[in-house]
Every structure is written in structure tokens, then in C-alpha cells.
């Protein structure tokens, strides 16, 4: 084909190489979809250079591949480090290099492609809820020991619900079970696990919590790492045991329950005990108090046996008799002296009493003495004292007599010494006067 155009037309309308290479990099790097845009392929080959990481991404049947590059102020961000043979996800944009006249996707992240991502996305999740502190040991409660009633959430039809009611009823028959039906496999399944808990939370019966699922592939039980799942069940009122999958299976509801054990049986074993357990460890107990009511026995005869023992060494027995002796002796001693006081004093009192009586007027008056009182009642020490016409009162022994005084009698001496008692004459000489006392009959008394 031949073109019959002018020269002049020809160089107005051709590009320089830089200018059509120019074109093509506005086109690619100012498109909307090409500035962040995700590809995914496998790695064919990957070189590492001072600037930064050097690979080729292409399709796995190898029929269009393109040149990537991630920068070395890049490669700590990467979620996957790019490997040859792996698949990888990237997230980029198109840069075209004018002195080759070639584009690259100049990368920002990779992440694993298929299982890969989901692993990546399970890690992220689980370090998220680690962070936050839901697989902390310190938040897990203990199941209750002997539950009456337990909640099951399972699916109705899964051969899990079936293990959990035989092994339930073999071990603990007439536990009550409430049973709260679930999806556990799909796209649905975590909102209907959900639902099923908050179902369980809300009758308020349950002591114990069973979350329960046979084994199956990866994306069969992608539904118990699910963070609305993984919450519900770190936010639920009742102790939650988990049975899921089997042995090398673990989830993130695993991770967040109280107790996780492998299998749906395994759960039911965990949460109820058997009653042959429970005869065998009664048994045992019954056995344990009697060796120790027995060991208690056999301890405490021989610490009284010792104790026997020492006491025929001490002799306390003799030394009892001893002391007793010494009590009796003290007795008799304390006896004898207060009976020689007793005696003293009854003595004593016998001599105050003789002595009490020789000084009791009375007494004297028994005698045949006598008491002269004048009419004032003072008692006539002198005759000196009385006058002649003075009436007086005499006190016997017996009775008393009432007397007047007809003459009064002084001694020798004091008339000598001019002394003339009252109402009298003058003695005369060599006829010494004398006190004549009247017996007045009329006033004595017997």
C-alpha cells in the first residue's frame, strides 16, 4: 500500500518518538482506572536491586504477563512479600517509562491470593480481637460442675446434634436440653449463630453454653471466624464451650469461648460428668473418710498413750498424794489453832463477863448494899450532902423504898470543924450527932 501524500503534509503530522511515547503516558496514568487499580496473577520472576524488588506478574496459563516493581520504601508495607510460583493479589498504578518505552505497575501492597487471602484475613481479624483482649485467659469463667440445664446451638440436621443428645443422655440422663437451631455452613450462617445465641440468652434456663459443628474443609467452617460470631459469643452472659470441627481445626470462636475442646462429643463429655464418674469418685471419698477417721483414731490413741506414758515418768500421781497430804496437814493445823483462839477468846470473855458483873450495880446490890438518891435523882455520896426533912429513895437489891431524912449524922472531924448540916442544932458536947434515916412504909416497894 503506498500513500500519496505531500512532504510538507507528511513532517506537519508525524511525532517524535518522545512525543507519541509522551501521549501514551497521559493516556495511562491519567485514566481513572489505571491510577489504583487491583490485578491479580502469578509471579514468574523476581529480582531484587538497590532501588527496590524486580518481578514479572502474569497469568497462570501464560499468556500475557506484566513488569512490577516495589519500591524499597515500600517493601516493609507489603502483606506478602512477592515470591516466584505464588499468586498474589497487587494493588498499583501504570507508570510508562519514556527511554524504553515500556509500562510497569508500580505496586503499593500484595496480599495472598485464594487461601492465601483468607489467611491473611483471619491473621488480621484475630490480631484485631487479640488487641482488644477477647482470647485473654483472664476474662474465661469456669463451666458449672454439676449443670441441670445446658443450650446447644447447632444445626438440627447435622449428625453433631445427634452425638451431643447420645452422649448427653448416657452420661446425665434427665439433664434438660435446649436446643436452638442454627445454620453452620454459608453465607448466612453467621447472622443464624448469632440469632441462635441471643435466642439462648434471652430464655434464661441455661447454665452452660454448647457452640457445636462436625469437621469439614476450610470454607465450611469460615463461618465461626466470623467477627459477628466471635463477639456474640465474647459478649454472652452464659459460659460458652465450643466443639467444632476436629482435632487440627481451630477458629476464632474457639479461641474467644471459656472452654474449647475438638469434637461435638468431646463438648458434651466436657460439660455434664458421668454418673458411673461420679459413683466411682463418691466411692472414693467415702474410702478417704474412713482412713482418715481411722488415721485420726490411730493418732490420737497414741498421742494419749504418750501422754500416759509421761505421766508414769513425772510420777504426777505421788506428787497429787503429796500436795493432798500437805492440804490435810495445813487443815488440821488451821483447825487446832483457831479452836485455841476460840478458846482464848471464850476465856477472855468469861473474865470480862466476871469482871462486868463485880462492877454491875445490881450485883452490889444483891450483896445487901444500897443506892441513897436525893430527890433530883443524883446519887448521896456524903452525908454532909443531906439536910434534915430531905426526902430520899432508896434502891435495894429488891424494890425500892422512899425515905426522909430525920437526922443527919457527920463525922467528928468536920463538926470539930464547925460544920452544922442544914436545919440542925448545934451538937452538944460528948453527944456526937447522928443521921437517923425513916423508913417511910408507906412507899416501899417489893
Given at each position: 500500500?503506498?500513500?500519496d501524500?505531500?512532504d510538507?503534509?507528511?513532517?506537519?503530522t508525524a511525532l517524535?518518538?518522545?512525543?507519541?511515547?509522551?501521549?501514551?503516558r497521559?493516556l495511562?496514568?491519567?485514566?481513572?482506572?489505571?491510577?489504583q487499580?487491583?490485578?491479580?496473577?502469578?509471579?514468574?520472576?523476581?529480582?531484587h536491586?538497590r532501588?527496590?524488588l524486580?518481578?514479572?506478574l502474569?497469568?497462570?496459563?501464560?499468556?500475557a504477563?506484566?513488569?512490577?516493581?516495589?519500591?524499597?520504601?515500600?517493601?516493609?508495607k507489603?502483606?506478602q512479600?512477592?515470591?516466584?510460583?505464588?499468586?498474589?493479589?497487587?494493588?498499583?498504578?501504570?507508570?510508562?517509562?519514556?527511554?524504553?518505552?515500556?509500562?510497569?505497575?508500580?505496586?503499593?501492597?500484595?496480599?495472598?491470593?485464594?487461601?492465601?487471602?483468607?489467611?491473611?484475613?483471619y491473621?488480621q481479624?484475630?490480631?484485631?480481637?487479640?488487641?482488644?483482649?477477647?482470647?485473654?485467659?483472664?476474662?474465661?469463667?469456669?463451666?458449672?460442675?454439676?449443670?441441670?440445664?445446658?443450650a446447644?446451638?447447632?444445626s438440627?440436621?447435622?449428625?453433631?446434634?445427634?452425638d451431643?443428645?447420645?452422649?448427653?443422655?448416657q452420661r446425665?440422663?434427665?439433664?434438660?436440653v435446649l436446643f436452638?437451631?442454627?445454620?453452620?455452613?454459608?453465607?448466612?450462617?453467621?447472622?443464624?449463630?448469632?440469632?441462635?445465641?441471643?435466642?439462648?440468652?434471652?430464655?434464661?434456663?441455661?447454665?452452660?453454653l454448647?457452640?457445636?459443628?462436625?469437621?469439614?474443609?476450610?470454607?465450611?467452617l469460615?463461618?465461626?471466624?466470623?467477627?459477628?460470631?466471635?463477639r456474640?459469643?465474647?459478649?454472652?452472659?452464659?459460659?460458652?464451650?465450643?466443639?467444632?470441627?476436629h482435632?487440627?481445626?481451630?477458629s476464632l470462636?474457639?479461641?474467644?469461648?471459656?472452654?474449647?475442646?475438638?469434637t461435638?462429643?468431646?463438648?458434651?463429655?466436657?460439660?455434664?460428668?458421668?454418673?458411673a464418674?461420679?459413683y466411682?469418685?463418691?466411692?472414693?471419698?467415702?474410702?478417704?473418710?474412713?482412713?482418715?477417721?481411722?488415721?485420726f483414731?490411730?493418732?490420737?490413741?497414741?498421742?494419749l498413750?504418750?501422754?500416759?506414758?509421761?505421766?508414769?515418768?513425772?510420777?504426777?500421781?505421788?506428787?497429787?498424794?503429796?500436795?493432798?497430804?500437805?492440804?490435810?496437814?495445813?487443815?488440821?493445823?488451821?483447825v487446832?489453832?483457831?479452836?485455841?483462839?476460840?478458846?482464848?477468846?471464850?476465856?477472855?470473855?468469861?473474865?470480862?463477863?466476871q469482871?462486868?458483873?463485880?462492877l454491875?450495880?445490881?450485883a452490889?446490890?444483891?450483896?445487901?448494899?444500897?443506892?441513897?438518891?436525893?430527890?433530883?435523882?443524883?446519887?448521896?455520896?456524903?452525908?454532909?450532902?443531906l439536910?434534915?426533912?430531905?426526902?430520899?429513895?432508896i434502891?435495894?437489891?429488891q424494890?425500892?423504898?422512899?425515905?426522909?431524912?430525920?437526922?443527919?449524922?457527920?463525922?467528928?472531924?468536920?463538926?470539930?470543924?464547925?460544920?452544922h448540916?442544914p436545919?440542925?442544932?448545934s451538937?452538944?458536947?460528948?453527944?456526937p450527932?447522928?443521921?437517923?434515916?425513916?423508913?417511910?412504909?408507906?412507899?416501899?416497894?417489893?
Open positions: 500500500m503506498t500513500f501524500l505531500p510538507s503534509l507528511i513532517l506537519d517524535s518518538v518522545s512525543g507519541l511515547t509522551d501521549y501514551i497521559l495511562l496514568e491519567q485514566d481513572e482506572q489505571l491510577r487499580v487491583w490485578v491479580t496473577g502469578e509471579v514468574s520472576s523476581a529480582n536491586h532501588s527496590g524486580f518481578f514479572t502474569q497469568d497462570t496459563d501464560r499468556t504477563g506484566i513488569k512490577c516493581v516495589v519500591w524499597n520504601s515500600q517493601l516493609p507489603l502483606a512479600m512477592p515470591v516466584a510460583g505464588e499468586q498474589i493479589i497487587i494493588l498499583g498504578s501504570i507508570r510508562l517509562y519514556p527511554q524504553r518505552g515500556e509500562y510497569q505497575l508500580s505496586v503499593w501492597q500484595t496480599l495472598p491470593a485464594g487461601v492465601g487471602l483468607q489467611a491473611l484475613r491473621q481479624l484475630k490480631n484485631r480481637l487479640l488487641a482488644e483482649g477477647l482470647f485473654d485467659v483472664q476474662r474465661k469463667r469456669s463451666l458449672p460442675t454439676h449443670p441441670q440445664t445446658i446447644v446451638v447447632t438440627p440436621t447435622a449428625a453433631a446434634w445427634g451431643i443428645q447420645k452422649t448427653l443422655r446425665y440422663p434427665g439433664l434438660q436452638s437451631p442454627a445454620t453452620v455452613q454459608g453465607e448466612q450462617a453467621p447472622e443464624s449463630i448469632v440469632k441462635a445465641i441471643d435466642r439462648v440468652e434471652r430464655d434464661g434456663r441455661a447454665e452452660v454448647i457452640l457445636s459443628r462436625g469437621g469439614g474443609a476450610v470454607e465450611e469460615a463461618c465461626f471466624n466470623d467477627e459477628r460470631v466471635v456474640s459469643l465474647a459478649s454472652c452472659s452464659i459460659p460458652v464451650i465450643t466443639g467444632i470441627g482435632q487440627r481445626d481451630e470462636a474457639d479461641l474467644v469461648a471459656d472452654v474449647c475442646v475438638h461435638p462429643t468431646a463438648a458434651a463429655e466436657r460439660v455434664v460428668p458421668a454418673l464418674e461420679l466411682t469418685e463418691h466411692r472414693g471419698r467415702v474410702i478417704a473418710l474412713h482412713e482418715a477417721v481411722h488415721d483414731g490411730e493418732n490420737a490413741e497414741n498421742k498413750q504418750g501422754l500416759r506414758n509421761r505421766l508414769r515418768r513425772l510420777r504426777l500421781d505421788r506428787q497429787v498424794q503429796q500436795e493432798v497430804e500437805k492440804l490435810a496437814w495445813k487443815r488440821q493445823q488451821l487446832q489453832m483457831t479452836t485455841r483462839r476460840s478458846q482464848q477468846a471464850t476465856q477472855h470473855l468469861e473474865l470480862l463477863r469482871k462486868l458483873a463485880t454491875d450495880p445490881k452490889v446490890l444483891q450483896r445487901g448494899y444500897a443506892v441513897v438518891r436525893q430527890e433530883d435523882g443524883a446519887i448521896a455520896r456524903s452525908a454532909a450532902e439536910a434534915v426533912g430531905e426526902d430520899l429513895l434502891q435495894l437489891g424494890g425500892e423504898v422512899k425515905v426522909k431524912v430525920m437526922e443527919v449524922n457527920v463525922d467528928a472531924k468536920r463538926l470539930a470543924a464547925g460544920y448540916p436545919g440542925s442544932q451538937p452538944t458536947a460528948g453527944n450527932p447522928t443521921a437517923l434515916i425513916h423508913q417511910n412504909a408507906k412507899d416501899a416497894k417489893s
